[in-house]
């Protein structure tokens, strides 16, 4: 009995639907370069240890290179290509331009994106392992330096430009409107009261 090794799969990426056969072992990161020209998120190390890959699925950070693009079907991913809202920068980019948290670029779509996810994360009250007070009714934690490196620290930069990288993530977790929040693990919108 011959037995299958590729699939015809329909991935919703930054609000797009894109159907393509994809062999069974094709990670989601091969997927979007190679296959469908997203060329935003970027390979490096090709392991899961850099970050330089990181998209959100459903919302939630994840590391394209070790996603297998098969088992993201049906979910919703978001590439640095789809985070602007038309010509206006997400505030994570525009904090990364302003305070020049970037050099070369290469590793910067997959901060920005994880940076979008930990913001949320922390928003949610989720506490990272540098979080001193890990009590729900207390709330997010102070988003100090100290947990901001904890909580990016996936996210490698060889040129580092982690100061700024750190600036430009707490400016714009500063300008994240306290208002709407989208919850992390569900993707759905909350309004705070």
Same mark, same amino acid.
């Given at each position: 009995?011959?037995?299958?090794?590729?699939?015809?799969? *329909?991935?919703?990426?930054?609000?797009?639907?894109? @159907?393509?056969?994809? %062999? +069974?072992?094709? @990670?989601?990161?091969?997927? !979007?370069?190679?296959?469908?020209?997203?060329?935003?998120?970027?390979?490096? =190390?090709?392991?899961? /240890? =850099?970050?330089?890959?990181?998209?959100?699925? %459903?919302?939630?950070?994840? &590391?394209?290179?070790? /996603? !297998?693009?098969?088992?993201?079907?049906?979910?919703?991913? *978001?590439? $640095?290509?789809?985070?602007? #809202?038309? #010509?206006? !920068? +997400?505030?994570?980019? /525009?904090?990364?331009? %302003?305070?020049?948290?970037?050099?070369?670029?290469?590793? @910067?779509?997959? /901060? $920005?994106?994880?940076?979008?996810?930990?913001?949320?994360? +922390?928003?949610?009250?989720?506490?990272?392992?540098?979080?001193? %007070?890990? +009590?729900?009714?207390?709330g997010p934690p102070p988003l100090t330096t100290r947990e901001i490196r904890e909580r990016m620290s996936g996210n490698l930069c060889r040129c580092a430009a982690y100061v700024a990288i750190v600036d430009a993530v707490a400016r714009a977790a500063e300008a994240r409107p306290d208002e709407e929040r989208v919850h992390p693990? @569900?993707?759905?919108?909350?309004? &705070?009261?």
């Amino acid at each position: 009995m011959a037995s299958s090794t590729s699939s015809v799969i *329909t991935l919703r990426i930054n609000g797009e639907k894109y @159907t393509l056969p994809v %062999d +069974h072992r094709t @990670t989601l990161l091969d997927a !979007l370069r190679e296959r469908l020209d997203l060329t935003g998120t970027k390979k490096g =190390c090709d392991q899961g /240890q =850099c970050g330089a890959c990181t998209v959100l699925l %459903d919302g939630r950070r994840s &590391v394209a290179c070790l /996603q !297998l693009a098969v088992a993201a079907e049906g979910r919703e991913i *978001t590439t $640095i290509e789809g985070v602007a #809202d038309g #010509d206006r !920068l +997400h505030p994570v980019q /525009q904090a990364f331009l %302003d305070l020049d948290g970037f050099q070369c670029g290469y590793c @910067t779509p997959g /901060q $920005i994106c994880s940076a979008i996810g930990m913001i949320e994360e +922390h928003a949610a009250g989720w506490p990272s392992a540098v979080t001193e %007070d890990v +009590h729900p009714e207390a709330g997010p934690p102070p988003l100090t330096t100290r947990e901001i490196r904890e909580r990016m620290s996936g996210n490698l930069c060889r040129c580092a430009a982690y100061v700024a990288i750190v600036d430009a993530v707490a400016r714009a977790a500063e300008a994240r409107p306290d208002e709407e929040r989208v919850h992390p693990a @569900t993707g759905a919108e909350e309004v &705070v009261a």
